[in-house]
């Protein structure tokens, strides 16, 4: 059972290029969300999805988009890199969105120079 | 606007001792509670959640949490700390009233030391 998987583990862009930043389950969750996590900051949401082709802003949303047209996958998008955005990213997914415990990916550490 | 604290950005404890981590939170609501802990260069893991019921919840590894209404905290304990124990833990908050249920609010994280 892989759980959440998040590809690719490093990167390392330019200054204005874009990405995606890939998160897919195999435990049938409704509910993914994607954080970045800053040293001193804990960790902060980017946006959310309570389902396929449902998603919605959290607290950083800013620079980042998402879709959601399947159940299992649940990519990042950085339009245009910046240096702030130099951070981890973790994808997490719950069964639903309120009660249920998160079950997070390994990260994929971004570095924008 | 739901918030988390954790007041220590580090605890030290000596092999074998009690542990406390501490947690306060604010909500308009009633809170939903969780405590996650992570080891380095990896993911969150769950350990223990308060939804309702005691507020004396245990979860997984031993570790049990106290949900205090009156002091709006919830500070995560353990009877006899593990070297392997040595971690980052954070707490999060959830308000399931309003708009923002399906947001989950992380505290900074405190860094937990283990010493043999």
């Known amino acids: 059972n892989a759980g959440v998987t998040q590809t690719p583990k490093f990167q390392v862009l330019k200054t204005g290029q874009s990405m995606t930043l890939q998160c897919a389950q195999d435990?049938?969750?409704?509910?993914m969300s994607w954080y970045r996590q800053d040293p001193g900051m804990g960790l902060r949401l980017i946006h959310y999805?309570?389902?396929?082709?449902?998603?919605d802003q959290g607290e950083v949303p800013n620079g980042y988009n998402v879709s959601r047209s399947t159940t299992e996958d649940f990519p990042l998008r950085l339009l245009s890199a910046a240096p702030s955005q130099t951070s981890v990213y973790f994808c997490?997914?719950?069964?639903?969105?309120?009660?249920?415990?998160?079950?997070f990916g390994n990260g994929t550490r971004l570095t924008v120079t | 606007a739901q918030s988390v604290a954790q007041p220590e950005d580090q605890v030290n404890v000596a092999e074998g001792n009690p542990l406390t981590v501490k947690c306060t939170y604010s909500?308009?609501?009633?809170?939903?509670l969780f405590w996650y802990v992570q080891y380095p260069n990896r993911g969150l893991q769950f350990l223990l959640k308060?939804?309702?019921?005691?507020?004396l919840v245990k979860g997984s590894y031993g570790f049990e949490a106290e949900f205090n209404k009156s002091q709006t905290s919830f500070h995560l304990k353990k009877p006899s700390a593990l070297v392997s124990d040595s971690a980052l833990y954070f707490c999060?908050?959830?308000?399931?009233?309003?708009?923002?249920?399906?947001?989950?609010?992380f505290g900074k994280g405190t860094k937990l030391s283990v010493i043999p």
């Open positions: 308060y939804i309702t019921g005691d507020n």
């Open positions: 435990m049938n969750h409704e509910y």
């Open positions: 909500v308009s609501g009633n809170p939903y």
């Open positions: 999805s309570v389902g396929a082709g449902i998603t």
């Open positions: 999060a908050v959830r308000d399931p009233s309003g708009a923002g249920s399906y947001q989950l609010t």
């Open positions: 997490a997914s719950g069964l639903e969105g309120i009660t249920s415990p998160l079950h």
